[in-house]
């Protein structure tokens, strides 16, 4: 009787070894229950715990991260929380001490280890196997893991919806929180904190329109953070920041523009700034564009006409520009390859051309376009026209350089004095 049942369950005796009844009489309706038990048995599961400075940087001056690590099987993976701290802000058992924000980012920490902890305790109540790449799959769809910088930053990179040259604009708001320093974390966006952040950016000695869109950025990750239930209330409720107004856009006359096609430079390099300005002041291109665009293969002929047709980098709209004579003097002295420099540069060398044409303004590589954009205005061409020209979005951008015309102002009063003397 014994041998034909282990010849039908010859895998009882496997399990038998497991279980203190003998295993004779090992029945095989518990086989199931071994089965269970010996995966639940053999399932690893990580540890967590909070590791400071890691790569052992920091000082009484000088920040390092804390981290959270998940340590399973001799493997381990560092996650960071956001915090940063001085070398004396740390202590093992009571984590952050000797500073302002303790209490708050002491909260953050326990927070975002207690997330991490109740997903392994989720893991091992289904009886579900652990491994690093679904640890990486929750931390990327779980966000409370992040500090309200990582947030921002992380979003940012996978918004689709922007251009890359917007995306730097946004890039440079995130800084500017890092730099700051009191916005790090998710609690840290208070009223008082927004407040105390536009009084720093005035102290940066930036402009209200520069200011405003700094807040601008900010509330377009503060609303995601709502939407995803980061925060529960919105910061910026009840407070209120002027937009302001743009300075004047600086341009040059058409005899200072004449002057520096004019002047003589003996410095090759400084010449070929030159060029770049004055083609950039005939054709309204922005740098970004001139940059990228293939002259020697990408203009096109129309009506007998050199035509440039592209998209604009930064607002990704059409735009359309006949070359006039000079832009195309200019791109025939290089061989329809301009001398393509950095910006910095570019702006560097301006200051030498200004010097060498006795320009008393900064000279900046957008003078060129504003320039172009004023000449295009005061000789009668439509506003809708020259929008369209530069590339812009809205014809409120274009309205903003019909606002210096003041030349436009005496050409109406002119014509109302020949009225009043008919």
């Given at each position: 009787?014994?041998?034909?049942?282990?010849?039908?369950?010859?895998?009882?005796?496997?399990?038998?070894?497991?279980?203190?009844?003998?295993?004779?009489?090992?029945?095989?309706?518990?086989?199931?229950?071994?089965?269970?038990?010996?995966?639940?048995?053999?399932?690893?599961?990580?540890?967590?715990?909070?590791?400071?400075?890691?790569?052992?940087?920091?000082?009484?001056?000088?920040?390092?991260?804390?981290?959270?690590?998940?340590?399973?099987?001799?493997?381990?993976?560092?996650?960071?929380?956001?915090?940063?701290?001085?070398?004396?802000?740390?202590?093992?058992?009571?984590?952050?001490?000797?500073?302002?924000?303790?209490?708050?980012?002491?909260?953050?920490?326990?927070?975002?280890?207690?997330?991490?902890?109740?997903?392994?305790?989720?893991?091992?109540?289904?009886?579900?196997?652990?491994?690093f790449d679904r640890l990486d799959k929750f931390i990327k769809f779980t966000n409370k893991?992040?500090?309200?910088?990582?947030?921002?930053?992380?979003r940012l990179e996978e918004r689709q919806d922007i251009t890359e040259s917007t995306k730097?604009?946004?890039?440079?708001?995130?800084?500017?929180?890092?730099?700051?320093?009191?916005?790090?974390?998710?609690?840290?966006?208070?009223?008082?904190?927004?407040?105390?952040?536009?009084?720093?950016?005035?102290?940066?000695?930036?402009?209200?329109?520069?200011?405003?869109?700094?807040?601008?950025?900010?509330?377009?990750?503060?609303?995601?953070?709502?939407?995803?239930?980061?925060?529960?209330?919105?910061?910026?409720?009840?407070?209120?920041?002027?937009?302001?107004?743009?300075?004047?856009?600086?341009?040059?006359?058409?005899?200072?523009?004449?002057?520096?096609?004019?002047?003589?430079?003996?410095?090759?390099?400084?010449?070929?700034?030159?060029?770049?300005?004055?083609?950039?002041?005939?054709?309204?291109?922005?740098?970004?564009?001139?940059?990228?665009?293939?002259?020697?293969?990408d203009i096109t002929k129309i009506n007998g006409k050199l035509v440039i047709q592209d998209?604009?980098?930064?607002?990704?709209?059409?735009?359309?520009?006949?070359?006039?004579?000079?832009?195309?003097?200019?791109?025939?002295?290089?061989?329809?390859?301009?001398?393509?420099?950095?910006?910095?540069?570019?702006?560097?060398?301006?200051?030498?051309?200004?010097?060498?044409?006795?320009?008393?303004?900064?000279?900046?590589?957008?003078?060129?376009?504003?320039?172009?954009?004023?000449?295009?205005?005061?000789?009668?061409?439509?506003?809708?026209?020259?929008?369209?020209?530069?590339?812009?979005?809205?014809?409120?951008?274009?309205?903003?350089?019909?606002?210096?015309?003041?030349?436009?102002?005496?050409?109406?009063?002119?014509?109302?004095?020949?009225?009043?003397?008919?």
């Amino acid at each position: 009787m014994r041998n034909s049942h282990k010849k039908q369950c010859p895998i009882v005796p496997f399990y038998a070894r497991l279980c203190p009844i003998k295993r004779d009489y090992v029945l095989p309706c518990v086989i199931p229950i071994f089965v269970r038990c010996l995966k639940t048995y053999k399932m690893k599961y990580p540890t967590l715990r909070f590791v400071f400075d890691r790569k052992k940087t920091a000082t009484k001056s000088h920040k390092a991260s804390v981290q959270i690590e998940v340590l399973s099987e001799r493997r381990r993976k560092f996650i960071g929380t956001g915090v940063k701290l001085y070398s004396d802000q740390w202590d093992e058992r009571k984590k952050v001490v000797n500073s302002m924000q303790m209490h708050e980012l002491n909260r953050s920490l326990d927070e975002q280890i207690r997330v991490i902890q109740d997903w392994v305790n989720e893991l091992i109540r289904k009886r579900e196997p652990f491994d690093f790449d679904r640890l990486d799959k929750f931390i990327k769809f779980t966000n409370k893991s992040e500090s309200f910088i990582e947030f921002a930053e992380r979003r940012l990179e996978e918004r689709q919806d922007i251009t890359e040259s917007t995306k730097k604009t946004h890039r440079t708001f995130t800084e500017s929180l890092r730099s700051f320093g009191r916005i790090n974390y998710f609690s840290d966006l208070t009223k008082e904190n927004i407040t105390i952040y536009d009084d720093w950016l005035h102290g940066k000695g930036y402009s209200q329109p520069t200011i405003h869109n700094y807040h601008k950025r900010m509330k377009r990750y503060v609303n995601e953070a709502i939407k995803f239930e980061l925060i529960d209330k919105n910061p910026y409720s009840g407070l209120h920041f002027e937009r302001g107004r743009h300075q004047i856009r600086k341009y040059l006359t058409e005899d200072e523009l004449k002057r520096i096609m004019e002047v003589e430079i003996p410095s090759k390099t400084i010449q070929q700034v030159r060029d770049l300005f004055v083609f950039q002041a005939y054709t309204g291109i922005s740098y970004a564009d001139l940059a990228k665009f293939d002259f020697k293969n990408d203009i096109t002929k129309i009506n007998g006409k050199l035509v440039i047709q592209d998209i604009r980098q930064k607002t990704e709209e059409s735009y359309f520009i006949v070359l006039l004579s000079p832009a195309v003097a200019i791109l025939e002295r290089y061989g329809f390859v301009l001398p393509i420099i950095s910006n910095q540069q570019y702006n560097l060398r301006l200051k030498i051309v200004a010097d060498y044409a006795k320009i008393e303004k900064n000279l900046t590589v957008h003078m060129a376009r504003h320039t172009f954009a004023t000449m295009c205005l005061n000789n009668g061409v439509r506003i809708e026209n020259v929008s369209r020209m530069l590339g812009h979005s809205n014809i409120r951008t274009t309205q903003e350089y019909a606002k210096v015309l003041n030349s436009e102002v005496e050409k109406s009063f002119d014509l109302l004095e020949r009225m009043i003397k008919k």
